[in-house]
């Protein structure tokens, strides 16, 4: 069965920090990935996702994220974190059932910034 | 215009009570789904659904039924609420056959 994992549960960094979010995976075929994020009291909005090809995803807000198949790793990076950024960030693969896709997903990591 | 919108936002009830989530999409998707996340964020899938019809469904206590009135519409019934069905319940749609996912803004439901 998949399955995410993400090892930090909470982060602090100083803003203009940079910042790196840790997922691994596990799923037997080629993974659809992605990092979502939700601030708090909102909804899950998407940062970026990796379907295929370069493995190195851009994604919104100044996100990327990397794909290593041989560390089944999929972690997120920002340059210069800001203030705004402060969220519950969650990792997730895409596995199919039946003829739809269902998420599984990490449980999070909380990025605190600081001033 | 609000994607994928869930009424009520917040629904706090007792214990023993039925009620109802209602998830509506403006996307023109035909797959629809319920996530449950709880009390310590961890999200998982309850229900997908395609077209109308079930697709998915994660051993979900029978306490809670989906229904999909249309490919538009995928509304949350529970019965019997017990303390612990308390979390936030995101709705999400996609194409058919995407692995890509619209979240809506979630429902917190409080069981008292």
């Known amino acids: 069965a998949q399955s995410v994992t993400q090892p930090d549960i909470h982060i602090t960094v100083s803003e203009g920090a940079s910042l790196e979010l840790r997922c691994n995976y596990s799923?037997?075929?080629?993974?659809?990935l992605f990092w979502y994020v939700q601030s708090p009291g909102q909804g899950l909005q998407l940062l970026l996702k990796?379907?295929?090809?370069?493995?190195l995803v851009q994604g919104i807000k100044g996100f990327e994220a990397e794909f290593k198949r041989s560390q089944s790793s999929f972690n997120l990076r920002k340059p210069s974190v800001h203030w705004s950024d402060a969220a519950e960030y969650f990792c997730?693969?895409?596995?199919?059932?039946?003829?739809?896709?269902?998420?599984?997903f990490g449980k999070g990591t909380l990025l605190t910034v600081n001033p | 215009d609000t994607a994928v919108s869930q009424t009520p936002k917040y629904l706090v009830t007792q214990m023993g009570n039925d009620k109802s989530i209602k998830c509506e999409q403006n996307?023109?998707?035909?797959?629809m789904y319920w996530y449950k996340q709880d009390s310590k964020k961890f999200l998982k899938i309850m229900f997908s659904?395609?077209?109308?019809?079930?697709?998915i469904n994660e051993t979900v206590p029978n306490r809670f039924s989906p229904k999909s009135p249309d490919k538009a519409h995928l509304n949350l019934h529970i019965n019997s609420l017990e303390l612990g069905d308390s979390a936030v319940y995101f709705c999400?749609?996609?194409?058919?056959?995407?692995?890509?996912?619209?979240f809506g803004q979630g429902t917190r439901l409080t069981v008292v």
């Open positions: 999400a749609s996609s194409v058919s056959g995407s692995v890509w996912a619209f």
């Open positions: 799923y037997g075929a080629t993974p659809y």
């Open positions: 990796y379907f295929s090809g370069d493995t």
């Open positions: 997730a693969v895409a596995s199919s059932g039946g003829s739809n896709y269902k998420l599984t």
């Open positions: 996307l023109g998707h035909d797959t």
């Open positions: 659904y395609n077209n109308k019809e079930l697709i």
